[in-house]
């Protein structure tokens, strides 16, 4: 019998050394992941918008069309009465033929055809939904997850905080008490390892991922990476962040917006610290009199 050949060696796990340059290196490519989200959902709210307000015309027409309304010769005899007041004094007769409004509403249909026949919405409005997901799948080899989240609207509201703090939420209802029939039953036997790898219900439930600090998203990590790699990059990242701001914001303040809001701030701060100034220097000592500083003896 031949003999086994001999077991290989554990390959040990490799860790990227935590350096400037490695941390250089992830930051751009965080920040490319971050501008192309950031560019598809800008382009997405474009078409979105332009979708909404085609489907806006449509409702319209479709009333005009249907319904027999008058709303689209209002604008007509308005500019009728501007541009020819001796002809048209009296424009209330005045009305657009119908085949006007179908004319416009199968235009308006055409370009809503169009607009998923020839792939303008998976092309502009569908790949930015799918970017962040196909980004997250081809970075889970490398344990990363591109984390775009935000706080729900909802939340940012002060309203809403305040009326959270005074009306908590009501707990639950208690369970009724089980009959004592059901007492007496047996225990159901424990669902062995292979049931309960079937069952989502009742494997434990994984927590969410919190939303982002940063507005424009940020790369988190698993905990298979190193901790010490995970601080020193998030160090990192957030001194880049800072610096970057202020940038920003000396940019800001270069303009006229800017400079006309900074002296209105240095003005409001520059009052209340001459407010915070006045009480203390005509402070009267105890007994009506005002405290003046002891003159030296003569000697």
């Not at 055409?110 to 790949?127: D, R």
């Amino acid at each position: 019998m031949a003999p086994r050949p001999p077991r290989s060696p554990a390959r040990q796990s490799f860790a990227p050394p935590a350096d400037a340059a490695t941390f250089r290196d992830l930051l751009l490519f965080e920040e490319r992941l971050k501008t192309n989200a950031l560019i598809l959902n800008r382009r997405k709210s474009r078409y979105q918008l332009f979708l909404a307000q085609l489907l806006a015309i449509i409702a319209f027409l479709l009333c005009e069309v249907l319904l027999q309304t008058d709303y689209l010769s209002v604008p007509y005899r308005y500019a009728l009465r501007a541009t020819l007041p001796d002809v048209y004094r009296d424009a209330a007769a005045v009305r657009i033929h119908p085949f006007f409004a179908s004319g416009l509403l199968f235009v308006a249909v055409t370009t809503l055809v169009l607009f998923f026949a020839s792939g303008t919405y998976s092309e502009k409005i569908g790949y930015a939904n799918r970017y962040v997901p196909h980004a997250n799948k081809a970075l889970r080899s490398f344990n990363m997850y591109l984390n775009v989240r935000q706080p729900p609207l909802r939340a940012t509201l002060p309203l809403y905080s305040l009326l959270s703090r005074l009306l908590p939420r009501s707990s639950s209802p208690p369970r009724p008490p089980q009959p004592r029939s059901a007492r007496s039953r047996s225990p159901s036997p424990s669902p062995s390892p292979s049931t309960a790898k079937r069952s989502p219900s009742l494997n434990p439930a994984i927590p969410s991922i919190p939303p982002s600090s940063n507005p424009r998203g940020e790369l988190i990590f698993s905990s298979r990476v190193d901790r010490h790699f995970r601080e020193g990059y998030e160090r990192y990242r957030n001194a880049f962040e800072r610096r970057r701001g202020e940038r920003e914001r000396a940019a800001w303040e270069r303009t006229w917006a800017g400079w006309l809001a900074t002296r209105v701030g240095a003005g409001r701060a520059r009052v209340e610290e001459d407010k915070g100034k006045a009480p203390a220097s005509g402070r009267a000592a105890p007994g009506g009199r005002v405290s003046t500083p002891e003159k030296g003896r003569a000697g």
